[in-house]
Antibody, heavy 121, light 110 residues
Framework: QEQLAESGGGLVTPGGSLRLSCLASGFNFNNYYMSWIRQTPEKGLEWIAY????????YYADSVKGRFTVSRDNSKKSLFLQLTGVTVDDTAIYFCAREPVVFPAARFDLWGQGTPVTVSS | QSVLTQPPSASGTPGQRVTISCSVS????????INWFQQVPGAAPKLLIY???QRPSGVPDRFSGSKSGTSASLAISGLQSEDEADYFCATWDDSLNAGVFGGGTKVTVL
């Protein structure tokens, strides 16, 4: 069964850092481009980062550029998102999602269950 | 730059046909492909339609997508109670190298 499972969310103070993980199972993680997407009741779904299979290509939303870093370890079937310099606006549920094509298309066919991040003092 | 605009809500009675619009503002509108996601409360989004009108395997044919000009649509025929959910359109903006989501439409089954 193909699955994605996020972890690492929690409470972080403004200006702090957090590392989110996404563990893939049931499919060949090496072959898929991946994204991070977050959701809040106010803003809805917001795409924030994309990484190619080899990590050669990465893209970020302007809202997180320079603060968040996406990476992957294909040997561990894992995707990561390093959050730094967080603000209250980064409070959200963070999802990892799979892109089933070899180019970015926002055609996310597999999602994790999400991990919540709360930024508060 | 792509902007996707959806109505905040839609509703219908069981058996009815409901249509949700996604207005596309993009410099390359002709080559913009729209994807649709369904999200029931407490769950992650699920891919419903991709490339404007393609259904992934396992998605009932009650769900259909289309795109014409500057607007894409998701239609739900034979509305069922389990279709009560939030629906989001999305696309990839090649000029920004960024994903874009619409604000979402909450469908209520009356």
């Amino acid at each position: 069964q193909e699955q994605l499972a996020e972890s690492g969310g929690g409470l972080v103070t403004p200006g702090g850092s957090l590392r989110l993980s996404c563990l893939a199972s049931g499919f060949n993680f090496n072959n898929y481009y991946m994204s991070w997407i977050r959701q809040t009741p106010e803003k809805g779904l917001e795409w924030i980062a994309y990484i190619s299979t080899t990590s050669r290509t990465v893209y970020y939303a302007d809202s997180v550029k320079g603060r968040f870093t996406v990476s992957r370890d294909n040997s561990k079937k894992s995707l990561f998102l390093q959050l730094t310099g967080v603000t209250v606006d980064d409070t959200a549920i963070y999802f990892c999602a799979r892109e089933p094509v070899v180019f970015p298309a926002a055609r996310f066919d597999l999602w994790g269950q999400g991990t919540p991040v709360t930024v508060s003092s | 730059q792509s902007v996707l605009t959806q109505p905040p809500s839609a509703s219908g009675t069981p058996g009815q046909r409901v249509t949700i619009s996604c207005s596309v503002s993009a410099s390359n509108i002709g080559s913009t492909f729209i994807n649709w996601f369904q999200q029931v409360p407490g769950a992650a989004p699920k891919l419903l339609i991709y490339s404007n009108n393609q259904r992934p395997s396992g998605v009932p044919d009650r769900f259909s997508g289309s795109k014409s000009g500057t607007s894409a649509s998701l239609a739900i025929s034979g509305l069922q109670s389990e279709d009560e959910a939030d629906y989001f359109c999305a696309t990839w903006d090649d000029s920004l190298n960024a994903g874009v989501f619409g604000g979402g439409t909450k469908v209520t089954v009356l």
